[in-house]
């Protein structure tokens, strides 16, 4: 699958984030940049300390958002993986 789709299902979650935080704290933080996003959809971190490096995060992202990214980036891992068939022979 192209990684635009993944990279839309990303940029609704950090506007989920932002709106989460505004309604608890009044203001909208900035979670991370377009390219922190697009630099996900490429190398799609497998756990929190993966999102170190990638450029503009830092550990505060990694304990804050990284779990929900990480929902999101396995999610669509799972949908677009295909099953393969494996003979008896294999």
Known sequence: MKPTILLKKLENLRTELKQEFLTKNGYE????????LREMTLKKPLKSSDFLAISGLDKEFSMLYAHRFLKVINEFKQQTSKEVKVSKSA
Do not use: K, Q, S, V
Request: aromatic residues 0%; charged residues 25%; glycine residues 0%.
């Open 29 to 36: 933080p900035l979670i991370c940049t377009d390219e922190a």
